[in-house]
């Protein structure tokens, strides 16, 4: 069968889709044998009439394998982590050299940042001379060799959900929950992973700011990448206040370093918390992963990282030396009081303003500026304590982000921040 409507057609009437079903519509969408009306109807139908397990187990394998799908002979456990997006989220800097460093090897292809959240290739991209766009055979020599590497995702991999992404945006159909767990795990298993452990952010500042819809998403990533034969789990996550105290590209990755070099806090928690569960999926003990961090194992895994993809071999040790700063650094003032309540997403755009985000794909970053030393829930703030640091290129965008950051936070009683993981989702 090579007509795409009679699938269209079973998934609107909610007959499902089988296997050769949604090989014919990932394979069409791939070499643009379906039409962009065909498409459109296909992802509407989707969002009407829903896939269930076994037809979205069907789509995510058949995206998955339109393209190219590593395979890979190694001494240890393949594992990835994919995070829904969060502001201060810099957790995959850390995980993946903490990974390495414990024998597993991770291939971490990821992505840049588009509209309040930011992309982990931004934030390395902040590093002088690392480069994100690595052929595959460099991809499996600094796995190899260094036990991590993070890259841009190529047009080999999953070519089908490249075109189902803007389709989906188009045909108003971008929140379907079949949609957006074939388009996550499609481009993560064609990594060729053993295990893959999820963060899915719930809060004020994650895409899916309502616990239910965050617990509906979990649920449904798990069973489809179990179901296509990986090993897979997830940790519901809080986005009430940002991750980290920083948010803003050189910024974060100077905090991420920090973690390496053994400073505490949410970041380091939730990084720890992510490595746990990546190496039980690979049947590896979690012992001991804080005395991994401590020890500079981890840090060792990421000079040596970044050094491989063309950043300085110095950077853990002089980071300053490297990472571009800010000409003006402003504090945002606020009277005395407790932080009650945070609107996170309002500092990611106020981050996006100062030049450290994009609104369209393509657009150039300024990776010096963004917030740092933002006060977290409950904590104390007044003259002696500004509400954060506001990192800009000039006076005039370093005054304005500094009113979004202070309407952003509410004074009040002192808040629970709440537990930084909210739930676990397992098979």
């Not at 930011?118 to 590093?127: F, M, Q, R, S, V």
Request: overall charge negative; aromatic content about 2%; hydrophobic content about 45%.
């Amino acid at each position: 069968m090579t007509d795409p409507r009679p699938v269209i057609a079973a998934v609107r009437d909610g007959r499902g889709l089988d296997g050769p079903g949604a090989a014919l519509i990932a394979q069409g969408l791939a070499d643009g044998s379906v039409s962009d009306a065909q498409a459109g109807a296909f992802a509407m139908a989707v969002l009407t009439r829903g896939l269930g397990v076994p037809g979205r187990v069907a789509l995510t394998r058949a995206m998955r394998d339109s393209g190219h799908v590593l395979h890979w002979d190694l001494s240890g456990p393949v594992v990835d982590k994919h995070s829904t997006g969060g502001i201060g989220d810099t957790v995959s800097l850390i995980l993946a050299p903490l990974l390495a460093a414990r024998g597993c090897f991770v291939p971490m292809i990821s992505g840049r940042g588009l509209g309040h959240t930011g992309g982990t290739l931004d934030k390395l991209e902040a590093i002088p001379g690392y480069v994100c766009d690595q052929p595959e055979d460099d991809l499996r020599r600094i796995t190899r060799q260094v036990g991590c590497a993070i890259v841009a995702a190529t047009g080999e991999f999953a070519p089908a959900d490249r075109r189902l992404y803007a389709i989906r945006d188009e045909s108003g159909t971008v929140e379907s929950i079949d949609l957006i767990t074939a388009s996550i795990l499609s481009k993560k298993l064609a990594a060729g992973l053993d295990a893959l452990v999820l963060d899915v952010k719930s809060g004020s500042g994650a895409i899916l700011k309502k616990a239910d819809s965050a617990e509906r998403l979990a649920h449904a990533l798990v069973e489809t990448a179990n179901g296509a034969g990986c090993r897979t789990a997830a940790l519901i996550t809080d986005m009430d206040q940002p991750l980290a105290r920083s948010a803003g590209n050189a910024l974060e990755v100077a905090e991420a370093i920090r973690v390496l070099r053994g400073e505490c806090g949410a970041l380091r928690d939730l990084t720890l918390a992510l490595a746990a569960e990546a190496l039980t999926l690979a049947g590896q003990g979690a012992e001991g992963l804080a005395e991994t961090l401590e020890s500079g194992a981890a840090a060792e895994r990421f000079a040596r990282m970044v050094a491989a993809q063309g950043g300085p071999s110095d950077l853990i040790d002089r980071p300053e030396a490297h990472l571009a700063r800010a000409p003006v650094i402003l504090p945002v003032p606020a009277p005395r009081g407790h932080v009650a309540r945070i609107d996170v997403t309002a500092l990611g755009h106020a981050v996006v303003a100062l030049g450290g985000g994009r609104v369209r794909a393509g657009e150039a970053i300024d990776p010096r500026v963004g917030l740092d030393a933002l006060a977290r829930l409950g904590e104390a703030v007044g003259p002696d304590r500004p509400l954060a640091m506001i990192h800009a290129a000039d006076e005039t965008a370093a005054e304005i982000a500094a009113a979004a950051v202070a309407a952003a936070y509410h004074l009040g009683e002192a808040a629970d921040p709440g537990p930084l993981v909210r739930a676990r989702i397992a098979p």
